[in-house]
Nanobody, 127 residues
Framework: QVQLVESGGGLVQAGGSLRLSCTAS????????MGWFRQAPGKERAFVAA????????YYADSVKGRFAISRDNAKNTLYLQMNSLKPEDTAVYYCAARTYDSPSYYPHRGNNYDYWGQGTQVTVSR
């Protein structure tokens, strides 16, 4: 059973920055991939970014490209999401997700491609 704990959320003004962290109870190197999703009030959960463990390939939603950066520190078993130039529409609960299995197909933007989730951390961007 993998446990994921997010931290780093908070209240920030538009244009500001935050860095989210997700600490895993197991080696991040053992994960096939990890990602960040978010859910705004009244909306469905949406893909934000993902990174594969073997090649380090990154994926981003169009809405965050150029502003957010996903990275990982395998020595600390931690996944990060650096968020810059934040906008009010980035307000949401942000969830960390991990994919522990390998399969021929991987769709990073699909939530059902991950088997473990954190509890989420709130990010609020004020105008």
């Amino acid at each position: 059973q993998v446990q994921l704990v997010e931290s780093g959320g908070g209240l920030v003004q538009a244009g500001g920055s935050l860095r989210l962290s997700c600490t895993a109870s197991e080696r991040t190197l053992s994960m096939n991939a990890m990602g960040w999703f978010r859910q705004a009030p009244g909306k469905e959960r949406a893909f934000v970014a993902a990174i594969t463990s073997t090649s380090g390939t990154t994926y981003y939603a169009d809405s965050v490209k150029g502003r957010f950066a996903i990275s990982r520190d395998n020595a600390k078993n931690t996944l990060y999401l650096q968020m810059n130039s934040l906008k009010p529409e980035d307000t949401a609960v942000y969830y960390c997700a991990a994919r522990t299995y390998d399969s021929p197909s991987y769709y990073p933007h699909r939530g059902n491609n991950y088997d473990y989730w954190g509890q989420g951390t709130q990010v609020t961007v004020s105008r």
